[in-house]
DNA sequence: GTAGCATATTAGAGTTGCTCTAAGTCAAGA
DNA sequence: TCTTGACTTAGAGCAACTCTAATATGCTAC
């Protein structure tokens, strides 16, 4: 199957504009029809939710262009060279993972706290100064 | 206590650009001295934190300007909009989770299925098109 | 005293990653 | 033919930093 902008921008969730964005930094391979315009298959999927993630990890798109490039290369060490990239960023992840659930913790002491509040049980000890609980991070 | 920049930057782990940054955005309350130096105190950290949790929410330096005035507000509904502007935040967080949890589960795979290509199990399927496995969001 | 260094200040330029606008091309339908 | 709706490009705008340059102030060493 083939897909044209709108299409894909559908399928992935990025914008058309964050489409064109991303073909002509050239961080994916992206065909033309006889018109010049830009023509996607099933395979492009996969690109743009591979970049998806590695944009989550906070890889750069100066970064992702690397690693793909790596992925289209034929040289000998490549496929090393793309495993250790990999293995790095799955240790981002895993510190986002963290991270995350640090923030829900936060964010539900903080929410319990103003409850309380609102329910009378506790003092409004924050007007001037709040987030007082401690930190997410 | 009181603090400067730098002291500052180190306890919060934002540079001391970021922390100018948001002073001259009134993003929290931030003393001066008699020569003109900005002064920070405990209380400064927990805004600092609090701040940094709610950017990880996503929330925008405009968003997170509106919230502090409704900190530092004495009008009367002031704490029931800081509880519903958090309330909402915490669903935002708990959606960052779910996120960072289906990334690690991704980068996991990633990572196995490298493995197994330069451990000789698998043929190397990905050299033109990687991203083959399915995604993180 | 003054030289050097570390701190601070400001205004403003530069960077990243979008996001949007303007101006134009092309094909189908009323 | 006109409108609609898709596409194209170049380039402007924006958020949130990030950095640079020019300047000021206070401390220590010689």
Redesign the pocket.
């Known amino acids: 199957m083939k897909y ?5 921008a559908q399928m992935t969730g ?5 489409i ?3 073909t ?1 930094k050239e961080l994916l391979p992206c065909q ?1 029809d006889e ?4 023509v996607f298959d099933d395979e492009s999927i996969n690109w743009f939710r591979g970049i998806q993630c590695l ?1 989550s990890c906070g ?5 992702i262009k690397v690693y793909s490039n790596l992925c289209m290369s034929d040289e000998d060490d490549a496929m090393v060279k793309r495993y250790e990239f990999m293995a790095a960023q799955r240790q981002v992840a895993y510190e986002r993972l963290k991270e995350a659930q640090a923030l829900v913790e936060y964010m539900d002491k903080k929410v319990a706290h103003y409850e309380d509040i609102l329910a009378g049980k506790l003092e409004d000890d924050t007007r001037m100064a709040d987030f007082k609980s401690e930190c997410c991070k």
């Open positions: 044209n902008v709108k299409q894909m990025l914008s058309e504009h964050t064109r964005f991303y002509d033309r018109k010049g315009r830009r944009r890889v750069s798109l100066e970064g």
